[in-house]
């Protein structure tokens, strides 16, 4: 059963039944069938039916943001942005399709060959809570562009808006919510023929060794854990706001955003200082209120998770700056904002994803050190360097072990650049040019 609340009241938003093997199958036929005539079609009429459900989004905007605000409980305007963000994504892919697909021809001793990009059939997705539009579309926009059909499993505590989403896209579009039961999901991997995923480490490991199993094409998007390294010569007010601003947006709920600040120890006292400042800004309060900085966790069971790690880090020698206390007569699953200092490799945080608003201060004793610490980690999605000196900066950035880093800047996804991680954050690569050959037949041609 998919089944939503509101975040914050926790009254019933929406539930809806999984559907039937047969069921499943019967929609998984109809679906391949409109994916073969969608197709045949080139790649500018493709484009123009993507350009078309930009324009429906783009009028239901208001309607779509509050929606996210009440069901996953993250602050209005993030998720305003965040249909802002995926309406122009869909008219950048739909603006540089036509060439990325187009046949390149390539010298041999052939009369002529040439390399074209077509697509592999059905793209199942099994999808997260947290940005439940974004997420979505940003698999399935460049797949979709190529030629492929996409079935969306959505993640059961976001019904409602996925359900408002998929009202929009179209009779033209082969792209389609599939209510799916989770032990029915190796079934479907074995019905499609590609998989892209989003989510946990631990999940993400389970879906990807079925798509083994049956030899499917498949893109990871999993955890994070990233460090925010500032360095002795870095603008230390303009690191510590972009600190904040980082990890605390989206309530903390952001596999992207920076985890682990790790600061140089001849201007840590200074950084924390300021960094602190910055968090005892934040407001919690309802989600849709303009005044609101900080919003709520999605689930209770989210929050217990949050705190546990807590907990942990404080009994193994952790020290709370801010925050670490659920607080009273707050309606939501609210934690406050919450530091944590001396923290170290006996800490569960240390090793593991914190998806809340938790930062984890790391001191490090000069700059290899923090490249050091920075690495220390089983998570590689990505990473930020403050400093002045960029030249410097550069040389410990090639040393990382992470999918992207922002020096001077904080985190985040790019539509042109692309946005994926190595280590236990997954494999493959989401938007940019690199993002629409993930799923793709890269295949050959060659005549005599």
């Known amino acids: 059963m998919y089944t939503s609340y509101h975040a914050v009241s926790g009254e019933l938003l929406f539930s809806h039944t999984c559907l039937t093997k047969t069921e499943f199958d019967v929609q998984s036929q109809q679906l391949s069938q409109r994916q073969y005539d969608f ?31 009440i069901e996953v409980g993250r602050c209005l305007r993030e998720c305003e942005a965040e249909i802002t963000k995926s309406i122009a994504l869909i008219r950048y892919y739909a603006h540089l399709a036509p060439e990325l697909l187009a046949h390149k021809t390539i010298a041999t001793q052939a009369s002529l060959s040439q390399v074209r990009f077509e697509p592999l059939g059905t793209v199942l997705a099994v999808m997260p809570w947290n940005y439940p539009v974004w997420q979505i579309l940003r698999f399935a926009i460049p797949a979709l562009c190529a030629g492929n059909a996409c079935m969306v499993k959505p ?69 994070g854990s990233n460090a925010f390294i500032v360095l002795n010569d870095a603008d230390i007010e303009q690191a510590a706001a972009e600190a904040c601003y980082s990890r605390f947006r989206d309530a903390g709920q952001s596999c992207n955003a ?24 934040l407001q919690m309060g309802a989600p849709w209120l303009s005044a609101t900085t900080l919003a709520p966790l999605h689930r209770q069971d989210l929050r217990d998770s949050v705190h546990a790690q807590v907990m942990d880090a404080l009994a193994h020698g952790a020290e709370c700056l801010l925050g670490g206390e659920i607080p009273e007569n707050l309606q939501g699953w609210f934690y406050p904002a919450t530091i944590l ?15 809340g608003p938790v930062a984890l201060i790391l001191r490090a004793e000069d700059s290899e050190h923090a490249v050091m610490l920075a690495n220390d980690n089983p998570f590689g ?62 295949k050959s041609y060659w005549q005599k």
């Open 258 to 281: 920076a985890k682990r600040i790790i600061v140089h120890a001849d201007i840590a006292e200074e950084f924390i200082a300021a960094f602190k400042r910055h968090c005892q800004k």
């Open 381 to 442: 999605l990505g990473a930020s360097i403050y400093s002045n000196d960029t030249n410097h900066a550069w040389q410990y950035a090639e040393r990382l072990n992470a999918g992207s880093v922002f020096i001077n800047r904080h985190t985040s996804s790019d539509l042109r650049l692309p946005f994926g991680g190595v280590k236990d954050s997954g494999f493959g690569r989401e938007l940019s040019e690199f993002g629409i050959y993930e799923f793709v037949n890269v």
């Open 155 to 223: 993640a059961p505590s976001v019904g409602k808006i996925s359900q408002m989403l998929f009202e929009l896209v179209g009779e033209d579009l082969p792209f389609q919510l599939v209510w799916l039961e989770e032990k029915d999901t190796e079934y479907a991997i074995s019905q499609t023929q590609a998989l892209a995923f989003t989510g946990s480490t631990h999940t993400g490991r389970h879906l990807a060794a079925l798509a083994g199993k049956h030899l499917r094409k498949c893109v990871m998007e999993l955890g």
């Open 39 to 69: 197709a045949s079609k080139n790649v500018q009429i493709r484009t123009q039916y993507l350009l078309s459900f930009a324009s429906r989004l783009e009028e239901e905007r208001d309607e779509l943001a509050y929606q996210i605000c």
């Open 341 to 355: 200092d001396k923290v170290n490799r006996q800490c569960r945080v240390y090793n593991e994803e914190v998806f």
